[in-house]
């Protein structure tokens, strides 16, 4: 069967042929065909942060399916790298006020919020309110009440949501998946590890009101997320408590460390940490009834590796998460489909995180539904 795209294909040969003789037809051709391509979505960024111009930017060019066409930025210092950089014209600036003109800019598809985690909310709605999909920066919120407002206000729009959780895409996080799934060494009994960064007294990362919470909502939630992800479960129960602190001026409003313990279906119990005072762990243990495997380092953004118990490595080539995890976004809003990261998957992680704290506060387990 011939699809209307083939025939327009044979169409845009044939004529080009004909029309301009042997000599320029195969460059002619290929222009003809470019043109004749599937469309990259268009990604703008809300937030020129660090991982926006070490990571996210960058990454943007090496996808298939997406390209960079917007800036929301606050800081005007900015505007002349970004454009030069990325060629990016004047209609493709905006700022926190102005971002709801994105609605009358068809360049734009999909709006990448990479601002404090406090204000993700605020920037998804202005999103989803200029009618663009939305893929939002971990931790999606800092509260139950305000992911749920960015999941309806996306649905209002008829438009997809996810949540930058790039590990998922990694190969050797899919393999402990796979390994776990399959149940290569048997069913599972333990999850064990952290990841943690020291920061400075500067960031917004020490502020709650913009950080909701310190080094479980910023770096602990990609152990908790090892957890879910390698298990395939939910947890049932949580016990945490937090780390003693250090430097009360810098953790004044958010903890140093966290420690926390979850109970999952079937017995599997996990331990986890993560602090902000000495950084250092980046890891995840998974034992199972008849071996073990993990990774170390796990979270970096290109170099996970790891071991088995069997003597196999875990080393599968990386590849750029962030290219995979937004080539990925813009092939579910090409085949309407929902992300595997979802906005539900980051509501479930903030509810957990919020359960984590009022264990700590409390002294106490907190039951999950
Ligand atoms: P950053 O401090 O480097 O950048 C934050 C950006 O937000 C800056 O451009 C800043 O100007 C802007 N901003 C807007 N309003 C602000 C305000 N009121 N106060 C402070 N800054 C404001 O932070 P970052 O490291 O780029 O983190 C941004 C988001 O990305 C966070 O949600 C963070 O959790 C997430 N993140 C994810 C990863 C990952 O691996 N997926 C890594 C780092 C950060």
């Not at 601002?115 to 999606?140: D, F, I, R, S, Y």
């Not at 590849?319 to 976004?329: G, H, L, R, S």
């Not at 479930?348 to 387990?365: F, N």
Request: glycine fraction near 8%.
């Amino acid at each position: 069967m011939i699809t209307t795209k083939q025939s327009r294909r044979t169409f845009v040969r044939r004529a080009t042929v004909s029309a301009l003789g042997f000599p320029f037809v195969s460059s002619l051709t290929s222009a003809a065909l470019a043109a004749d391509e599937p469309r990259k979505l268009g990604f703008a960024l809300v937030g020129l942060g660090g991982l926006s111009t070490g990571q996210i930017a960058p990454a943007l060019l090496k996808t298939q399916h997406c390209r960079l066409v917007g800036i929301v930025t606050g800081t005007p210092s900015k505007i002349p790298v970004w454009k030069e950089r990325y060629h990016l014209a004047d209609k493709d600036v905006y700022n926190y006020e102005t971002m709801g003109q994105m609605a009358n800019n068809p360049d734009i598809d999909v709006v990448y919020v990479v601002t404090p985690n406090a204000l993700h909310a605020e920037h998804c709605l202005k999103a989803a309110q200029a009618g663009k999909h939305v893929l939002c920066e971990k931790p999606m919120e800092t509260s139950v009440e305000k992911c749920e407002q960015i999941i309806s206000a996306v649905k209002k729009a008829g438009k997809k949501l996810a949540v930058g959780y790039r590990c998922q895409f990694d190969p050797n996080h899919l393999e402990c998946r796979r390994l776990a799934q399959e149940k290569v060494f048997g069913d599972l009994k333990m999850i064990e590890g952290g990841f943690s960064r020291t920061i400075s007294a500067t960031e917004w990362r020490v502020k709650k009101v913009l950080a909701g919470g310190g080094p479980l909502m910023d770096v602990g939630i990609y152990a908790l997320q090892t957890c879910r992800f390698v298990s395939g479960a939910e947890p049932i129960e949580v016990s945490a408590k937090y780390g003693p602190v250090n430097d009360p001026v810098k953790f004044a409003e958010v903890e140093a460390s966290v420690s926390w313990e979850m109970t999952f279906p079937g017995g599997l119990k996990t331990t986890c940490r993560t602090n902000y005072d000495k950084g250092g762990e980046n890891n995840f243990q998974v034992t199972a009834e008849k071996g073990a495997f993990g990774l170390n380092p796990a979270y970096n953004y290109n170099s996970s590796r790891g071991t088995r118990s069997d003597g196999q490595a875990i080393n599968l080539p990386g590849v750029n998460q962030f290219t995979a995890e937004m080539d990925d976004f813009a092939q579910c809003i090409k085949n309407n489909q929902t992300s595997k990261v979802s906005g539900e998957e980051g509501l479930r992680d903030v509810r957990i995180m919020l359960a984590i704290y009022e264990s700590a506060r409390t002294g106490k387990p907190v039951k999950l539904a």
